[in-house]
């Protein structure tokens, strides 16, 4: 069974603060691995590069995307995680400031399970936060081989 753990992917220390704070607030105290870019979330999730020593078979309960990612772009990283058994059905959802219609498209055609635009407001911001920890950790049924 895989732990209950997330995995924020976010290369604004500004919004990572802010979820992580979010996160507290809404009592959510499930691990959360931050990664800076989209190759350290591909490395962390195939236990590659700098994570060559984590054990592959732990996966996060959800998987939180930013889109506009340094090195490797957060769709690019969603395609690669579909494009893999080991990833397809990983829950994923693009967690961004984007407001463009075809980036909710394109993350939908990719396989995203959810679009999610950052609140600007925190208390809008936490309450996002509480019902996506609601939802992916608590109600959310996943298959027992992921």
């Given amino acids: 069974m895989n732990r ?3 995995l924020l992917v976010e290369d604004r220390p500004d919004d990572v603060e802010l979820t992580l704070r979010a996160f507290e607030k809404s009592n959510i105290a499930n691990e ?4 800076w870019d989209g190759q350290e979330a591909l490395d962390y999730l ?4 700098a994570h060559a020593g984590r054990d592959p078979s732990l996966m996060p309960a959800v998987v939180l995307l930013d889109l506009k990612l340094p090195k490797v772009d957060g769709l690019d990283v969603l395609g690669r995680l579909r494009a893999d058994g080991r990833t397809r059905r ?8 984007s407001n463009e219609e075809q980036d909710v498209v394109r993350s939908y055609d990719l396989g995203a399970n959810s679009f999610v635009r950052k609140p600007v407001d925190f208390a809008q911001f936490i309450e996002a936060a509480r019902q996506l920890g609601l939802y992916w950790l608590v109600l959310n049924e996943r298959p027992v081989s992921t």
């Fill in 4 to 6: 209950q753990l997330i």
């Fill in 32 to 35: 959360i691995v931050v990664v």
């Fill in 46 to 49: 195939f236990a590659t590069g």
């Fill in 90 to 97: 990983l829950p994923i959802v693009m967690l961004t400031s």
